[in-house]
Each structure stands twice: as structure tokens, then as C-alpha cells.
């Protein structure tokens, strides 16, 4: 089983930054593709932004280009979304999302909710005008 959990969320204004972490644990020798996802009230669940297992292939949501990275560390477990010029719009709470890849070859990143199996619980990030 693998364990996900998210941190780092909160309250910011407008044009202010943030950085949220997931941290997976579980089952040694995995390698996971990553993603995170973002879900606002009444609205569905979207991607933000993906990456592969070895951090060589990214894909953001035109709506984050340019002010979102993903990265990842793997010697410690963690995938990290660096937020910047945070907008009211960007309010929601972020979810990441792990895959396992099953090769070593396997260089993609995922996009749709259904390609991941294992979820974390999620931040809330608000961002204020």
C-alpha cells in the first residue's frame, strides 16, 4: 500500500507564493509517476501539473504555465509544487496523486484522474484579493 501526505497548504494573498509537498511512502523500489490535481468548490477535480518518474518530463494546465513548478526528490520521497503568483482563482484544495511505473524505461507523466491509483488526503490552499 502506499501512503501519500500533502503539506505545506494555506492562506496567501493575491500574488504571494506557496509551496506544497507530498511525501509517498509504502513500498520500496517503486518508482511513481506524480501528479498533482486541483479541486474548487462545485467544480471537478483538474490537473495542475505531472511528472515522471525521474523528474525528466513535465506538463502543467495552461492555467499554471509560467507560475507553477513541479519538481520531485526522490531520495527522499517527495514531490514538491512550487506556486507563485498565486491568484483568487488558484483557491482550491490540491491533491497529489501517485502511479506506479512499472519500467525502468517508463519516462511518461499522466494527466487524467484515472491513471492513478493512489491519492493523498489533500491541502486547502486559499489565496485572498
Known amino acids: 500500500q502506499v501512503q501519500l501526505v500533502e503539506s505545506g497548504g494555506g492562506l496567501v494573498q493575491a500574488g504571494g507564493s506557496l509551496r506544497v509537498s507530498c511525501a509517498h511512502s509504502g513500498r520500496t523500489y517503486s518508482r511513481y509517476a506524480m501528479g498533482w490535481f486541483r479541486q474548487a468548490p462545485g467544480k471537478e477535480r483538474d490537473v495542475v501539473a505531472a511528472i515522471s518518474w525521474s523528474g525528466g518530463r513535465t506538463y502543467y494546465a495552461d492555467s499554471v504555465k509560467g507560475r507553477f513548478t513541479i519538481s520531485r526528490d526522490n531520495a527522499k520521497n517527495t514531490v514538491y509544487l512550487q506556486m507563485n503568483s498565486l491568484t483568487p482563482e488558484d483557491t482550491a484544495v490540491y491533491y497529489c496523486?501517485?502511479?506506479?511505473?512499472?519500467?525502468?524505461?517508463?519516462?511518461?507523466?499522466?494527466?487524467?484522474?484515472?491513471?492513478?491509483?493512489?491519492w493523498g488526503q489533500g491541502t486547502q490552499v486559499t489565496v485572498s484579493t
Open positions: 496523486a501517485a502511479r506506479v511505473s512499472l519500467f525502468s524505461s517508463d519516462s511518461n507523466y499522466y494527466t487524467r484522474s484515472i491513471d492513478y491509483g493512489y
